[in-house]
């Protein structure tokens, strides 16, 4: 399996962008093979390319959020169990690079942590031991070191928090990151900075760690991924579909505050197909979300972690108030 040379040696080039000749090439099949009569520019603006940075309540693709919430946990008493914790995440949560196909966050993870996000999606390719960040073909310009410094930096700052984090294999399919997985923790992160158990744990346990959702074989680093009760229809051929998308995350919601409470709930409100790509998704998913969160507020009602594509503050905001 080729392995790009950037990736082994660690230098940051410019991150890839679709020219406009791409672009245009592209956009020009696609209405040959669909028999499309509508002008290019139309067609475009329906699949959010060549759009300007938004930043609205439910939706931000700028390069900082609006404000920080970075120690909201601080006011969870320690004895509540994680299971009943409503927290924000964030899909794919390396993938800033790449064109639309690829793109589903603008924050960098930093950031993403400080605005109050405590789930994150990486995704690892794995070559000759080598982990680096990919979201399908796409190299994301860093590698699992860098994510654990990020979480590794954060935790130090905000002892109060924690960071949950679903790892699991992207492109490679070698079945077997688990050594890897170690030797960059002891490489890059704190080995005593991780919850070692499938148990499920109080606040007050993983307060200052990083809990792993394992999403691959081996020994313990952490909680099963699969062990979760888990809403992931991220299949949207077109935006014509957004509709059934929004539906399955609203009855994953609403199932949630009477669900089982032993088992943590995440909802993913992502998706993205060829012609609806993680942009144009979310931008109309999200405002669905915001509007169904704002009809609820003052209560406190568990819903479990709600992860999503390009979430604005006031958004995340909104989800961590039901705490």
């Given at each position: 399996m080729p392995l790009f040379i950037s990736e082994l040696s660690g230098q940051r080039l410019p991150p890839f962008r679709f020219s406009a000749t791409t672009v245009h090439s592209y956009m020009s099949s696609a209405r040959r093979s669909l028999g499309m009569r509508k002008p290019l520019i139309e067609l475009m603006v329906l699949l959010g390319v060549g759009s300007c940075a938004v930043q609205r309540p439910d939706y931000d693709d700028t390069p900082a959020p609006e404000f920080l919430n970075p120690s909201w946990m601080a006011h969870i008493p320690d004895n509540r169990s994680l299971s009943e914790i409503t927290m924000p995440g964030t899909h794919?949560?390396?993938?800033?690079?790449?064109?639309?196909?690829?793109?589903?966050?603008?924050?960098?993870?930093?950031?993403?942590?400080?605005?109050?996000v405590r789930?994150?999606?990486?995704?690892?390719?794995?070559?000759?031991?080598?982990?680096?960040?990919?979201?399908?073909?796409?190299?994301?310009?860093?590698?699992?070191?860098?994510?654990?410094?990020?979480?590794?930096?954060?935790?130090?700052?905000?002892?109060?928090?924690?960071?949950?984090?679903?790892?699991?294999?992207?492109?490679?399919?070698?079945?077997?990151?688990?050594?890897?997985?170690?030797?960059?923790?002891?490489?890059?992160?704190?080995w005593s900075q991780l919850w070692h158990s499938r148990l499920m744990p109080t606040l007050g346990e993983i307060r200052g760690k990083l809990v792993i959702l394992q999403d691959f074989t081996g020994p313990a680093l952490g909680m099963h991924y699969w062990s979760l009760d888990i809403a992931d229809k991220w299949k949207v051929p077109t935006l014509l579909h957004v509709e059934e998308k929004w539906q399955s995350v609203y009855q994953h919601l609403e199932l949630a505050p009477v669900g089982d409470m032993a088992r943590t709930f995440l909802t993913y409100s992502s998706g993205?197909?060829?012609?609806?790509?993680?942009?144009?998704?979310?931008?109309?998913?999200?405002?669905?979300?915001?509007?169904?969160?704002?009809?609820?507020?003052?209560?406190?009602?568990?819903?479990?972690?709600?992860?999503?594509?390009?979430?604005?503050?006031p958004l995340l905001q909104t989800i961590i108030d039901f705490n």
């Amino acid at each position: 399996m080729p392995l790009f040379i950037s990736e082994l040696s660690g230098q940051r080039l410019p991150p890839f962008r679709f020219s406009a000749t791409t672009v245009h090439s592209y956009m020009s099949s696609a209405r040959r093979s669909l028999g499309m009569r509508k002008p290019l520019i139309e067609l475009m603006v329906l699949l959010g390319v060549g759009s300007c940075a938004v930043q609205r309540p439910d939706y931000d693709d700028t390069p900082a959020p609006e404000f920080l919430n970075p120690s909201w946990m601080a006011h969870i008493p320690d004895n509540r169990s994680l299971s009943e914790i409503t927290m924000p995440g964030t899909h794919n949560t390396m993938a800033l690079y790449g064109g639309v196909l690829s793109e589903c966050q603008s924050w960098s993870l930093p950031l993403q942590l400080r605005a109050g996000v405590r789930f994150l999606d990486v995704r690892v390719r794995h070559v000759s031991g080598n982990l680096t960040i990919h979201h399908g073909v796409s190299y994301q310009w860093a590698h699992f070191g860098d994510v654990l410094e990020a979480v590794g930096d954060f935790l130090s700052d905000y002892p109060n928090e924690t960071v949950l984090m679903r790892l699991k294999e992207e492109l490679s399919e070698t079945s077997d990151i688990y050594g890897a997985v170690v030797s960059y923790i002891h490489r890059y992160g704190n080995w005593s900075q991780l919850w070692h158990s499938r148990l499920m744990p109080t606040l007050g346990e993983i307060r200052g760690k990083l809990v792993i959702l394992q999403d691959f074989t081996g020994p313990a680093l952490g909680m099963h991924y699969w062990s979760l009760d888990i809403a992931d229809k991220w299949k949207v051929p077109t935006l014509l579909h957004v509709e059934e998308k929004w539906q399955s995350v609203y009855q994953h919601l609403e199932l949630a505050p009477v669900g089982d409470m032993a088992r943590t709930f995440l909802t993913y409100s992502s998706g993205a197909g060829l012609f609806a790509y993680p942009r144009s998704v979310s931008q109309r998913v999200n405002v669905r979300l915001y509007d169904y969160l704002r009809a609820q507020a003052g209560q406190k009602r568990r819903l479990g972690i709600i992860t999503m594509d390009f979430p604005a503050a006031p958004l995340l905001q909104t989800i961590i108030d039901f705490n």
